[in-house]
């Protein structure tokens, strides 16, 4: 198989599984969400943080490392293999000892339960790191579908059920937990690759050069993504910090299926054509496009109808969180485009850049969290927005050096997107004001987005509109076989 006709079906495979995935756990999260109150949903996110750290110390870079390298053997993925296990483990006793300091901190005594409960969940996930590694690494997505979607399934049912059963913030630790047992039971039951008893300190020195370079970045971006929910928990409360996080998780919704399915599908096709500059920034830069003009219209059409989306959906409780759904969704706009170029700074070997312009953001997250703290969560969230667009520039930067496709090359390449965007979102936002009614305002809206933008599109003669439809075309024909 051709890497051209592999890449094509793991971006079609990927593109499927997120869409099954994150639909189901979005109905999922709805039908919870209007039984569980935002104060159980704040407390699951003061944890964020030290959730989202245990899950990079264990790969630890790893996992990239494995499909950076070339011809990784048997005793490769064995090493990566028990690394993990015992990092998993360390892990895991230093969050059941400090789980009393995170409840202190916080002032929620329920945090200590809560805490070392969700923390077995890396000791389960540190057994398949490898196993995800070597999927990627043959850009087999169809497996990894298969199995995503059967877990999301399971754990959402355990959810529902001891959510309506009144176990409150229980129900959200519990499906979670589910999620990762059955994620990874199987994924032994599907993957081929078992470990040998072997391990080569040789390897493991040779992977840490590039792993602890995105390690590090990983665990500084990580700080900086939560640091949001740090604060919002400690300066106000378990509410507010509810209203933020279902906010931020909608608003993840559309960015991060993009941006997982982009980071995905391009690291391991980067990876293998990396001598090849010339195809390697052709292929990047009609990456970068067609990002844009998926990313663009959907995150500003859902910033758009957030009000009568929440009203509908979540119920009137929620409403607080609209507002900060709109600027979150804008915020998130540049994200998937800022991933893929850090994404080509690793698939290159350059994790030492990667590093270094993750930490060149440090002063402006500080200042704009210095500034916007005082002034409330809505303020907050605007300077989220700030700093992501300002991180966007940042990100890309590296790539007008190296490759000379900076952020003016890539915004020059996607101003047609921009403005059919623009016009979309006053086409959709005009409609909406015709109707009362949150469900028709909802329909109304959503319809005039997708026919205004199409139409704009059709009109500015958008070249992403041609390759959207040679890819669904291909995507029916090979159907059809």
């Given at each position: 198989m051709s890497l051209k006709t592999k890449a094509f079906k793991g971006f079609a495979w990927n593109s499927l599984e997120n869409m099954l995935v994150r639909g189901v756990s979005f109905i999922i999260s709805i039908l919870i969400a209007r039984v569980v109150s935002p104060e159980a949903y704040g407390l699951v996110g003061m944890l964020s943080i030290f959730l989202a750290l245990s899950t990079l110390f264990i790969e630890g870079g790893f996992s990239k490392a494995l499909v950076q390298r070339k011809d990784c053997s048997q005793l490769d993925f064995s090493t990566v293999f028990y690394f993990n296990i015992v990092v998993s483990l360390l892990i895991y006793v230093i969050l059941y000892f400090s789980a009393p300091f995170i409840a202190r901190f916080y002032h929620q005594p329920v945090l200590i339960a809560l805490t070392r409960v969700m923390g077995l969940q890396f000791i389960i996930a540190s057994f398949i790191v490898v196993q995800r590694a070597k999927l990627l690494i043959d850009i087999d997505f169809k497996t990894q579908a298969k199995i995503n979607v059967m877990a999301v399934i399971i754990s959402g049912a355990v959810g529902l059920y001891m959510a309506y059963d009144d176990f409150g913030v229980w129900a959200?630790?519990?499906?979670?937990?589910?999620?990762?047992?059955?994620?990874?039971?199987?994924?032994?039951?599907?993957?081929?690759?078992?470990?040998?008893?072997?391990?080569?300190?040789?390897?493991?020195?040779?992977?840490?050069?590039?792993?602890?370079?995105?390690?590090?970045?990983?665990?500084?971006?990580?700080?900086?993504?939560?640091?949001?929910?740090?604060?919002?928990?400690?300066?106000?409360?378990?509410?507010?910090?509810?209203?933020?996080?279902?906010?931020?998780?909608?608003?993840?919704?559309?960015?991060?299926?993009?941006?997982?399915?982009?980071?995905?599908?391009?690291?391991?096709?980067?990876?293998?054509?990396?001598?090849?500059?010339?195809?390697?920034?052709?292929?990047?830069?009609?990456?970068?496009?067609?990002?844009?003009?998926?990313?663009?219209?959907?995150?500003?059409?859902?910033?758009?109808?957030?009000?009568?989306?929440?009203?509908?959906?979540?119920?009137?409780?929620?409403?607080?969180?609209?507002?900060?759904?709109?600027?979150?969704?804008?915020?998130?706009?540049?994200?998937?485009?800022?991933?893929?170029?850090?994404?080509?700074?690793?698939?290159?070997?350059?994790?030492?850049?990667?590093?270094?312009?993750?930490?060149?953001?440090?002063?402006?997250?500080?200042?704009?969290?210095?500034?916007?703290?005082?002034?409330?969560?809505?303020?907050?969230?605007?300077?989220?927005?700030?700093?992501?667009?300002?991180?966007?520039?940042?990100?890309?930067?590296?790539?007008?050096?190296?490759?000379?496709?900076?952020?003016?090359?890539?915004?020059?390449?996607?101003?047609?997107?921009?403005?059919?965007?623009?016009?979309?979102?006053?086409?959709?936002?005009?409609?909406?004001?015709?109707?009362?009614?949150?469900?028709?305002?909802?329909?109304?809206?959503?319809?005039?987005?997708?026919?205004?933008?199409?139409?704009?599109?059709?009109l500015l003669k958008i070249k992403e509109m041609d390759e959207l439809g040679y890819a669904l075309a291909k995507l029916k024909k090979s159907k059809q076989k």
């Open positions: 959200l630790v519990g499906q979670n937990l589910s999620l990762t047992l059955a994620t990874s039971m199987l994924m032994w039951l599907q993957a081929k690759w078992r470990p040998s008893w072997a391990f080569s300190w040789q390897a493991f020195r040779e992977m840490f050069g590039y792993g602890s370079k995105i390690l590090a970045a990983g665990l500084y971006s990580t700080v900086l993504t939560n640091v949001y929910t740090i604060v919002i928990g400690k300066w106000y409360h378990s509410k507010a910090l509810g209203f933020y996080a279902r906010a931020n998780s909608l608003a993840e919704l559309s960015s991060g299926t993009i941006n997982l399915i982009i980071t995905n599908v391009t690291f391991p096709l980067f990876s293998a054509i990396q001598q090849d500059r010339e195809k390697l920034i052709s292929i990047y830069s009609r990456t970068v496009a067609m990002t844009a003009f998926i990313i663009f219209p959907s995150m500003t059409l859902f910033a758009v109808i957030s009000k009568p989306f929440i009203l509908l959906f979540l119920t009137e409780r929620w409403l607080p969180a609209a507002p900060l759904l709109q600027w979150l969704c804008l915020a998130r706009m540049f994200t998937p485009i800022s991933s893929l170029n850090l994404n080509l700074l690793n698939a290159v070997g350059r994790s030492d850049l990667f590093l270094k312009t993750d930490l060149s953001k440090l002063p402006i997250i500080i200042a704009a969290m210095f500034i916007t703290l005082p002034l409330g969560t809505k303020a907050v969230v605007i300077g989220s927005f700030i700093v992501n667009t300002l991180s966007y520039f940042i990100n890309a930067y590296p790539s007008g050096i190296l490759f000379g496709y900076g952020p003016l090359k890539q915004l020059k390449d996607c101003y047609k997107v921009i403005i059919a965007t623009i016009g979309m979102a006053c086409c959709s936002y005009g409609s909406m004001l015709l109707v009362n009614r949150p469900f028709m305002q909802l329909i109304l809206g959503v319809l005039t987005a997708i026919i205004s933008f199409f139409g704009m599109a059709y």
